[in-house]
């Protein structure tokens, strides 16, 4: 079965580090999705892909954060430098549609910054 | 702006039945979602109804939805303790860019099974 990968599953790191986050969404998906999902929380959307192209990323600190899917199939989400408050799950999800109507998820990548 | 509420803890005990509520505020949502979440993993699509229709069955799993009050709900008949985990339920919205959308989720609903 198809699946959204991830990696790495679980991050620590110290502040003022930097982190990267790699997602490959399952093959033949168009559209790419970032989430930050904080404990206690539901995911919340940071960088939409359509293909290669950025399409939403009002919710990404651009300050500290970005992202990319250069070739239009695996995308890499960086932190630089990262912070206390980073420390959340980051989830990655895909879907066929460009409506987004059906988005699967990755098993998430675990940041813990200290 | 687009908010999804939910009730943050249901206890059930094994064999009953289960119902997580949640309310949402975007009247235009085309569809609406329920995700399961176990401890330290991604989130499963469970299932999800289209905005046209008032219930869905899949199994054990039952989707009610009332536009009207913009209110959610899934049912879990003969819940097991391996139902045990957060459920989200989201809508999805308009994003940023013409033509796409994206889900905004409440705050999960955590279901705890005991014998």
């Known amino acids: 079965e198809a699946e959204v990968a991830q990696s790495p599953r679980y991050k620590i790191t110290e502040k003022s580090q930097a982190v990267a986050f790699w997602c490959d969404p399952i093959s033949g998906h168009a559209t790419l999705y970032w989430y930050r999902q904080i404990l206690g929380q539901g995911p919340e959307l940071l960088v939409q892909?359509?293909?290669?192209?950025?399409?939403?990323d009002s919710q990404l600190p651009k300050d500290r954060f970005s992202a990319e899917r250069l070739k239009g199939v695996d995308s890499t989400l960086k932190i630089q430098p990262a912070e206390l408050g980073d420390s959340a799950m980051y989830l990655c999800?895909?879907?066929?549609?460009?409506?987004?109507?059906?988005?699967?998820f990755g098993p998430g990548t675990r940041l813990t910054v200290l | 702006g687009e908010d999804v509420e939910q009730s943050l803890f249901l206890s059930v005990r094994e064999g009953d039945s289960s119902v997580i509520n949640c309310t949402y505020t975007d009247s235009s949502s085309t569809y609406l979602y329920w995700y399961k979440q176990e401890p330290g993993a991604g989130l499963q699509l469970l299932t999800y109804?289209?905005?046209?229709?008032d219930m869905k069955q899949d199994q054990r799993l039952t989707v009610l939805l009332n536009k009207k009050d913009k209110h959610l709900s899934l049912r879990i008949a003969d819940t097991q303790t391996g139902d045990s985990a957060i459920y989200f339920c989201a809508e999805i919205t308009p994003g940023e860019a013409g033509g796409y959308n994206k889900l905004i989720f409440g705050a999960g609903t955590r279901l705890a099974v005991h014998p």
């Open positions: 109804i289209f905005s046209n229709m």
């Open positions: 892909f359509q293909d290669e192209s950025v399409v939403d």
């Open positions: 999800a895909s879907s066929f549609s460009t409506s987004g109507n059906e988005q699967f």
